[in-house]
Structure formats: structure tokens, C-alpha cells
């Protein structure tokens, strides 16, 4: 079983920036690929960030060029680096990891879940 705890939400102005943590119990998506999903109200959860087991990464349209997903093997943990926040971007965030190489393969009923994380864009 994995556990992940997710850290770095809250309150940010447009424009600004942000950069979301998960840390994870074990070392298992040093092996798999990892995302990060997000979901705002009245809307289905989205993937916006996936990086495979070799490095490829995937961006939803609407992230691409402002959010970067990466990870810290040695530390069990991945980020989302949020820049360039506009109110659109309001959700919250969860990631996400499973026992798949790509994440093509991601299945949203399967693998295992931060509790997730409110990131609310305002002035």
C-alpha cells in the first residue's frame, strides 16, 4: 500500500505561482509514472500533468508552458511547479501514482491518491 500526502496549496493572486508536494510512504513511483489531476466544481477531474517511468511528460492543453511536473526519486516525493495562475486554474489538486510505466495507462479507479489539495486563484 502507498500513501501520499500532498502539501504547498492555498491562496494565490493571478499571476502568481505555486509549487505542490506529494510526498509518498514508499519508493514506489521511482518506478511508475506519476500525475497530478485536478478537479473544480461542477467539473470532472482532469489529468493535467503525467510523467512516465523513462521521463516522458504529458500537459493538458490548458497547463501547457505554465505547470511542470517533476520528482525527487531519493526523496519519494514529486511536484507540480504552478506558474502564471489565472482563476480557470482554481480546482483541487490531487496526485496520483500506479502500478503502470506510462500514463497513458492511468486508470482513475485504480492505483492510489493524495487526499488532495485546495489551490483557489483570486484577487
Known amino acids: 500500500q502507498v500513501q501520499l500526502v500532498e502539501s504547498g496549496g492555498g491562496l494565490v493572486q493571478p499571476g502568481g505561482s505555486l509549487r505542490l508536494s506529494c510526498a509518498a510512504s514508499g519508493s514506489i513511483f521511482s518506478i511508475y509514472a506519476i500525475g497530478w489531476y485536478r478537479q473544480a466544481p461542477g467539473k470532472q477531474r482532469e489529468l493535467v500533468a503525467g510523467m512516465a517511468s523513462d521521463g516522458r511528460t504529458h500537459y493538458a492543453d490548458s497547463v501547457k508552458d505554465r505547470f511542470t511536473i517533476f520528482r525527487d526519486n531519493a526523496k519519494s516525493k514529486m511536484y507540480l511547479q504552478i506558474n502564471s495562475l489565472n482563476p480557470e486554474d482554481t480546482a483541487v489538486y490531487y496526485c496520483?501514482?500506479?502500478?503502470?510505466?506510462?500514463?497513458?495507462?492511468?486508470?482513475?479507479?485504480?492505483?492510489?491518491w493524495g487526499q488532495g489539495i485546495q489551490v483557489t486563484v483570486s484577487s
Open positions: 496520483y501514482t500506479g502500478p503502470v510505466l506510462d500514463y497513458r495507462d492511468f486508470d482513475v479507479h485504480s492505483g492510489f
